[in-house]
């Protein structure tokens, strides 16, 4: 049985987006070693100087900002990653330069940041939960041309944004495309992450929550429990590995992997063998 013995993907307070900018590594450490963990990472969302096209609010996260949290507290027992949650906009561009990759033991690649990101990562007139599905995959493809360091390369949160019933014949039929997509991700050695907060609203307990969100945020999350054993047992059939990511900012979310996870780590029948390690870098 593949064991909730990681989490890959956690901001700290630098992470602007943080409602809590005291929550520091140290508090992701502290719950790591509590419940067990063995290998953690901090993955704060990052810019890279080196890349033009900076928004305000990524212009204050380059890798300067990022890099305040090092050197990173330890504990014994527990390997703790410097990473970083880069951002990827579509036309080859990835806002992390290649000559910083070796400065991170994991990069969390975003392919859908549709909703936070809207006018960045993709045109503004793209705003509905349809258009995202449609350009969730392609930005998949894409993404391939880039030439990263897979074997550390972790693609975060993809989803089932909650498409209108008509879209959804259409968006079934990428299954092949998806298929090969994966299997290509599957062949460079790169994880497929789990993503907690992305699984939160599958959980039927969560269906009234979900229904009070404005409908902007609805857009953005998934209910359809099936959709996604879909999306993501195609990537399990073509031999991806998978890890696990609270995407903590603060300490509301650390223990969402072993709350919202279990169920689809079950019906994919993941064991020890699919789980995903990064690479050491260099
Ligand atoms: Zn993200
Ligand atoms: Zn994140």
Redesign the pocket.
């Known amino acids: 049985m593949f064991k909730i013995d990681h989490d890959l993907?956690n901001?700290s307070g630098l992470s602007l987006c943080s409602a809590d900018h005291s929550f520091s590594a140290k508090h992701i450490l502290d719950h790591a070693a509590e419940v067990g963990y063995k290998m953690i990472a901090l993955?704060n969302?990052t810019w890279d100087g080196m890349i033009p096209g900076a928004t305000p609010y990524y212009q204050q996260q380059g890798l300067d900002h990022i890099k305040k949290a090092l050197p990173l507290p330890s504990h014994e027992g527990i390997e703790f990653l410097f990473g970083c949650?880069t951002e990827y906009c579509g036309g080859d561009r990835l806002a992390l330069h290649p000559s910083h990759y070796d400065d991170f033991d994991i990069i969390?690649v975003?392919t859908n940041h549709f909703s936070g990101q809207l006018g960045l990562v993709c045109p503004s007139e793209l705003d509905n939960a349809n258009d995202w599905m449609y350009l969730q995959i392609e930005r998949l493809e894409e993404l391939l041309r880039i030439d990263l360091p897979y074997e550390r390369v972790g693609i975060?949160h993809l989803q089932w944004f909650e498409a209108d019933k008509e879209h959804i014949p259409s968006i079934l039929a990428h299954e092949k495309r998806y298929y090969n997509v994966f299997k290509e991700y599957a062949n460079r050695g790169a994880g497929i992450e789990l993503n907690a907060s992305a699984f939160k609203y599958t959980d039927p307990d969560e269906r009234e929550a979900y229904e009070a969100l404005n409908p902007r945020k609805k857009y953005s999350q998934c209910v359809s429990y099936d959709k996604m054993l879909w999306l993501f047992s195609i990537a399990k059939d073509a031999g991806c590995k998978f890890y696990v990511g609270s995407?903590s900012h603060t300490s509301e979310r650390l223990d969402w992997p072993e709350k919202y996870l279990p169920r689809i780590i079950k019906d994919l029948g993941l064991t020890e063998k699919d789980k995903f390690v990064p690479c050491e870098r260099g």
């Open positions: 993907h901001h993955t969302h949650e969390i975003p975060a995407d």
